[in-house]
């Protein structure tokens, strides 16, 4: 991902952010963002991104306090440039999130409510709060941590850890709560402890009454893994 560069030949369609524009901003987006991080392997690709935004969607309807077009937008862009892979900088993706959009024609109140969104979702450790300052924000961090929960995020989990040379597992490595956002992008821990050290504790950070809802099952998929994980480790099952 790191290095590629945004589509578009800077042509600016109708700038009046009606129904056609927004449905059509919407769209170049998707295909710009399904061509960008297709065949991704530590999942973090194009169908995390799609199922962000029906979580986001699902979840903006029944808050009915968002504006939908900032959320939809917002999730398809929050992960163009991830801080995981492209060195550490965690404003990639709201900068080329507003170089994008200013190509479609869209007007700078709203590009700066996404770069905001976008910049505000991501986890730093159990240390740092990381409330989003807006409606829409808050949504888009719910879809997107509900994406790291349950058997998808269980999945992501170990894809990802492969991916990045980490062992599976190792009881005498204890999980690291981490107290600052420098010393989680240092983790290089193995996948069970990422549980503890994050995916664990997202059902108590949802924003939204909604994705708290939609959270708590997954949350108990998850203990239900590492309990059947832990015995068949030890030899018990």
């Given amino acids: 991902m790191e290095g590629r560069q945004l589509p578009g030949n800077g042509t600016k369609v109708n700038s009046s952010m009606g129904e056609d524009f927004k449905m059509n901003a919407i769209r170049q987006t998707a295909d710009m963002v399904k061509d960008r991080l297709g065949g991704e392997s530590t999942g973090h ?128 490595e204890k999980p690291q709560l981490h107290e600052t956002f420098e010393q989680y992008k240092k983790n290089r821990g193995n996948t069970i402890n990422h549980f503890h050290e994050k995916l664990l504790l997202l059902r108590d950070l949802m924003n939204t009454d909604t994705a708290r809802r939609m959270s708590a099952e997954r949350h108990d998929f998850m203990l239900e893994f590492l309990d059947r994980f832990s015995r068949e480790w030890e030899g018990r099952l």
């Fill in 45 to 172: 690709d194009w169908w995390h991104i799609e199922r962000v935004r029906r979580n986001a969607l699902r979840i903006g309807a029944e808050e009915q306090k968002a504006d939908m077009f900032v959320v939809e937008i917002s999730a398809l862009l929050h992960d163009i440039s991830d801080w995981k892979f492209n060195g550490g900088d965690e404003e990639a993706s709201s900068r080329e999130a507003v170089e994008w959009l200013k190509r479609l024609g869209v007007d700078a109140n709203t590009m700066e409510r996404v770069s905001r969104a976008i910049g505000e979702v991501s986890f730093k450790g159990r240390g740092v709060t990381t409330v989003p300052s807006t409606i829409e924000g808050k949504i888009v961090q719910d879809a997107d941590r509900l994406d790291a929960m349950g058997a998808i995020g269980i999945a992501r989990a170990f894809a990802f850890g492969g991916r990045m040379g980490r062992e599976m597992y190792d009881p005498d």
